[in-house]
């Protein structure tokens, strides 16, 4: 998918928005990766302080196959804001990538920051957090989480750069 959409131009043009169709996350996310600027269809895990459900997300294939081609999908993840333990390292920062993922989005914490900002990969979260999680096996995957007060559900887009990050219920032009 091309990256030359700016959110700004997204929010000039849907600011006017009373649906609920496009949503502007709050300016509150660090980016940690080395893209950044990513964009595709999303899914979600919701788990708080255990990382379990995260690790098998990005294990997993992380595109689609559309008639225009194979497009990354963004994982978003409801940590509960958590800024306790860290959901993300490099490990899986590591396997996001090679699993075709465009980006990352945490709401709470991750690790492993230098190795993270090496992965050819879209990562916004809250903050660093050297600590672990515990894995307890808990969570849920594929479920509508709120981010911030803002409302994601599994397949909107979700389109991020340098000014911020923003949802549609369909992809944007």
């Known amino acids: 998918m091309s990256q030359s ?43 708080f302080e ?23 999908k963004v994982l978003v993840v409801d940590g509960g804001a958590s800024l306790r333990r860290a959901l993300l390292g490099g490990n899986l920062g590591a396997a996001a990538a090679r ?8 709401d709470g914490c991750v690790r492993d920051t230098a190795e993270l900002a090496a992965h050819t990969l879209g990562i916004r979260a809250l903050a660093p957090m050297p600590l672990p999680t515990e894995k307890r096996n808990e969570g849920q995957s594929n479920v509508a989480v709120q981010i911030q ?25």
Do not use: M
């Open 149 to 173: 007060g803002v409302w994601v559900r599994p397949g909107d887009w979700l389109y991020a750069d340098e000014d911020g990050i923003v949802l549609s219920s369909k992809p944007l032009p």
């Open 99 to 106: 699993n075709g993922w465009a980006g990352v989005v945490i």
């Open 5 to 47: 959409f700016a959110t700004c131009d997204f929010c000039d043009v849907h600011k006017g928005d009373t649906t609920g169709n496009f949503r502007v996350l709050p300016p509150v996310f660090r980016d940690f990766g080395r893209v950044k600027k990513f964009s595709g269809p999303v899914d979600t895990v919701k788990c």
């Open 50 to 72: 255990d990382n379990t459900l995260v690790k098998a997300a990005v294990d997993a294939q992380g595109w689609i196959d559309t008639p225009q081609g194979r497009v990354g």
